[in-house]
């Protein structure tokens, strides 16, 4: 089973509208940390957030909201009224603490998302 | 603040020459990590140093490929002798310390023929 799941590889929607990227995650760890990335057409990596296992808080950030829940071990991704320049790739990744204390981080394939004008 | 700093951006190179990939981590980050990516395979973790000492290694593709970090400022990603399926973009990226944010350079694409 992978670590990181994101079911969706490709997303179309129209502008305006709203959409969900989900992502599914597996681990053993009491402690974790889970990450959405943005990867527009240009190709860089932009950190979009991180999140905490004992912060299950939602967050907002503008049209961005993520809503973490252990009980289904999810960290959805949703775009509020989206825009043309919200298409991109997104990435999912989840940080475990592997043998020795060190960071294992593992990334989901990605959801591509297309905004129709 | 400086972000990751990869050269080449961009480099064309034929079959069989060595390739060598740079990375300037983020001043006071300790933990770096060497990713390639492709359409077939995604985000693929190479290599991952902790204060300059390799942890990870599991995810280096074969011999010819090695990495090095001789100090806290600056490491190389080595491909020799490089083939065609080594054509991927490679992303160095770094973090302070454990479970905190990894941030990515802008990534070398390496296109071999």
């Known amino acids: 089973a992978q670590k990181v799941t994101q079911a969706q590889t490709e997303i179309s929607v129209v502008e305006k509208e709203d959409v969900t990227l989900d992502c599914v995650y597996e681990?053993?760890?009491?402690?974790?940390?889970l990450f959405w990335y943005k990867q527009p057409p240009s190709g860089e990596l932009v950190f979009l957030i991180r999140?905490?296992?004992?912060?299950?808080q939602n967050e907002i950030s503008g049209r961005y909201s993520w809503n973490f829940q252990k009980s289904t071990s999810s960290f959805n991704f949703t775009i509020t009224a989206s825009q043309v320049v919200d298409s991109a790739v997104y990435f999912c990744?989840?940080?475990?603490?592997?043998?020795?204390?060190?960071?294992?981080?593992?990334f989901g394939i990605g959801t591509k998302l297309q905004v129709i004008p | 603040d400086a972000g990751v700093i990869q050269s080449p951006r961009h480099e064309v190179t034929e079959m069989g020459q060595e390739v060598t990939l740079r990375c300037k981590p983020i001043?006071?980050?300790?933990?770096l990590f060497w990713y390639r990516q492709t359409m077939m395979r995604g985000l693929e973790l190479l290599i991952y140093?902790?204060?300059?000492?390799?942890?990870?290694d599991s995810g280096m593709p074969e011999d010819r490929f090695s990495a090095k970090m001789p100090n806290a400022s600056f490491s190389t990603l080595k491909i020799q002798p490089s083939e065609p399926r080594d054509s991927a973009v490679y992303f160095c990226a770094t973090s302070r310390d454990s479970g905190n944010t990894i941030y990515f350079g802008e990534g070398s694409w390496l296109t071999v023929v």
């Open positions: 990744a989840l940080s475990e603490e592997g043998s020795g204390g060190y960071q294992k981080v593992t």
């Open positions: 140093f902790n204060n300059n000492v390799p942890i990870d």
């Open positions: 999140r905490n296992s004992f912060d299950e």
């Open positions: 681990t053993r760890d009491t402690t974790y940390y």
């Open positions: 001043s006071g980050h300790n933990s």
